[in-house]
């Protein structure tokens, strides 16, 4: 992809962090990126566009800073592995907060918005399928089902605790304390 | 309680539900609820006032909705008395909608408008200690912070189940299976 959208897209993330979906103006976004607003309609076509490609991007970059090995981890340790993916979420760094915050809020949107639902749906399913696959590999002797259903649980969940952790609510030693009970929890019924 | 200040809460959490927080605007609170905006500042002096007793005022609404009791129920069973107070949170009536939507909101603007934390984080803690209370009840051989944890991850998986559902990702009936199965997963253990 080109560095002018991905440049474009990495300033709506920033907005999106910063005001809301809802705070969320084409020129704003073209002086947040530094770029004209014909530009942002070129790669994007419309606010629509501009909102799926965001949720992509952002669904990516939690991709691939949940799958940075730490050094010396054991090469293929599925529980570990699944922990480190999950736990990832909640870290104070200033990406994964941007990251989180803007998730959430285009999670918070889609009430209100119901262009956005599909691709939030997609996108869901696809963090669900990647968990429940780890969960498959770390508990063999578990069903596809269950392991499905602890999937959407551990997910919902840290959707849950991100948002309380981001609005005060929560902590983050304590959220990550409550996640890793979970993990246990999921991973210690048949 | 005074008949007015009553009604213009309740218009509140429809404004709230259907365009967000930060479409709450005085005036069309006003119109909402049939009032003028004087009356609305004579009750919450401010935006501020108004958002922090609709925080309340949908708390308290959750507390009356979750303790109805389905008749023949049998009459102290801790066990019955926890699932039916975290799944009567997921159910398909306008009421029940219009308040999660409205929760789910006023949460997620909390990341944006940190005067609302304090409020959000003390509703937090009265729901959780209720629900610990009762895990305490149904499973008396646990401790007490084993027993809060569990709360916290209830309430918080609830919150995310909860804006799953609203926003189109997650069917009713799912969400409160998957919330069925986490409940006997956090009773199931020591």
């Known amino acids: 992809?080109?560095?002018?959208?991905?440049e474009i897209l990495r300033a709506a993330t920033r907005v999106i962090a910063r005001r809301g979906v809802r705070g969320l103006r084409v020129g704003e976004l073209a002086a947040e990126a530094g770029v004209s607003t014909s530009l942002?309609?070129?790669h994007f076509t419309d606010r629509a566009g501009i909102l799926h490609q965001t949720l992509q991007f952002i669904s990516d970059r939690a991709d691939r800073y949940t799958a940075e090995r730490e050094p010396g981890a054991p090469p293929d340790d599925?529980?570990?592995?699944?922990?480190?993916?999950l736990l990832l979420e909640l870290q104070d760094t200033a990406e994964v907060r941007e990251n989180s915050t803007a998730w959430g809020e285009l999670r918070a949107s889609a009430v209100f918005e119901p262009e956005l639902?599909?691709?939030?749906?997609?996108?869901?399913?696809t963090w669900v399928h990647e968990i429940a696959e780890l969960l498959g590999r770390a508990h063999p002797m578990?069903?596809?089902?269950a392991h499905a259903a602890s999937a959407e649980r551990l997910t919902a969940l840290l959707e849950g605790l991100s948002v309380r952790w981001?609005?005060?609510?929560?902590?983050?030693?304590?959220?990550?304390?409550?996640?890793k009970g979970a993990i246990a929890a999921?991973?210690?019924r048949g």
């Open 166 to 179: 981001l609005s005060g609510s929560l902590p983050l030693e304590h959220a990550r304390g409550l996640l």
């Open 117 to 125: 639902r599909e691709e939030l749906a997609m996108a869901t399913h």
């Open 40 to 42: 942002i309609y070129y």
């Open 186 to 188: 999921e991973l210690g």
């Open 142 to 145: 578990g069903t596809a089902p």
């Open 78 to 85: 599925p529980r570990a592995e699944l922990e480190q993916m």
């Open 1 to 6: 992809m080109s560095d002018r959208r991905t």
